[in-house]
């Protein structure tokens, strides 16, 4: 299987060379490549990573001054994988930074970050946080560089790779796997890890109603349950704009498909246009995360049906309305306060999606 290069090891490698002790915290969804970066830092380091799916690493971080400075003394950064998973993570944490000033690299589960956000808050100032989600699309063609005579046939087949199996690692680099191997593995992945996710989150009682929910919103993009990516609704005091909603689109379309069952080539969908138009919310929110742009997303709707599907809003409150289409059209002029409106397509949607997030 092929490592690729990840654009967050860019940040890692710059906060590794920084005078900065805070710990540095790893957030994404389990197989999104957590664990080989930190193997990878290990092996580059020399250092020994910490797995607190292990109740015996958890033992060796209990959190008294006496035992962490038994590991502050044989470590220069301290690797951990799988921090959620010991309930006295924060308070150990801060004794690293409050009493060693030590370098912490942490990765953990971000819909159990979700669950556990007020522990962290107490770790106020004490750290920062980067995102490992599934694979960009610009990741992708950092790591693949087509010649420039074949660009356009394989940025076109790329995309229809992506909208179809998705892009966990594990999923994209195996290019040896058929295409029922690669369902398989989708298969194991949604039953192994994803659903343990929304378990945990919601308190489910069980596999079956975290599945049932899960699908249910994969049939309707756009539900208001808050999971995944969640577009909230832009608020304004136009009467005639919806203010509460929410619509939810997948990170990973692979997952999508797996949950309703459907691996057909996109021209024999119905829902070409809602996969295509999750695709693309998903890509302008892995780049957002991955270039710690400063913008704020939303979709806008008015009670007589009348929609934009993306709003990004930077923090000079400049706004560009963003339309999604499988063909071309003109935008319409919908949203009500001054911006730049944008038509992303099949054709233009990597150019459209580097203007709009470039320099903010």
């Avoid at 957590?34 to 971080?61: C, Q």
């Avoid at 997948?250 to 797996?258: A, K, P, S, V």
């Amino acid at each position: 299987m092929t490592i690729l290069k990840r654009t967050i090891e860019d940040n890692i490698n710059k906060y590794l060379k920084s005078r900065e002790a805070k710990t540095l915290f790893i957030w994404g969804p389990r197989r999104s490549g957590k664990t080989t970066l930190i193997d990878k830092l290990a092996r580059e380091l020399r250092v020994t990573k910490y797995n607190f799916d292990l109740e015996s690493d958890r033992e060796k971080f209990a959190p008294r001054r006496d035992v962490l400075e038994r590991i502050v003394s044989e470590h220069k950064v301290v690797l951990i994988d799988e921090v959620q998973n010991y309930p006295e993570a924060t308070v150990m944490l801060k004794l690293l930074h409050d009493e060693f000033g030590v370098k912490v690299i942490a990765t953990g589960s971000s819909e159990l970050r979700q669950k556990s956000s007020k522990e962290f808050d107490t770790m106020a100032g004490r750290f920062n946080e980067i995102y490992c989600l599934p694979l960009s699309i610009f990741e992708i063609l950092d790591n693949e560089k087509p010649k420039s005579s074949d660009k356009e046939e394989f940025n076109k087949q790329l995309a229809k790779k992506l909208q179809i199996f998705g892009a966990y690692p594990e999923v994209y680099t195996r290019d040896n796997l058929s295409e029922k191997d690669r369902i398989d593995l989708l298969q194991r992945m949604l039953d192994a890890y994803v659903l343990k996710d929304v378990i945990s989150i919601y308190d489910l009682k069980n596999t079956r109603l975290a599945k049932d929910i899960l699908t249910k919103i994969a049939l309707q993009l756009g539900s208001e349950v808050y999971i995944l990516i969640s577009l909230p609704s832009f608020k304004t005091n136009i009467r005639k704009a919806v203010s509460k909603n929410r619509k939810l689109y997948f990170y990973d379309l692979g997952i999508r498909n797996i949950l309703i069952q459907d691996f057909r080539d996109l021209e024999l969908r119905q829902d070409k246009g809602g996969v295509f138009e999750n695709f693309i919310i998903s890509e302008l929110e892995k780049t957002r995360r991955l270039t710690n742009a400063k913008v704020n997303m939303y979709f806008y709707r008015e009670y007589g049906g009348k929609e934009v599907d993306g709003i990004v809003e930077d923090y000079k409150k400049n706004y560009t309305a963003i339309e999604i289409k499988t063909k071309g059209g003109a935008a319409k002029k919908i949203f009500p306060l001054p911006n730049i409106s944008e038509v992303i397509t099949t054709q233009n949607y990597l150019e459209k999606i580097a203007d709009i997030l470039k320099g903010k």
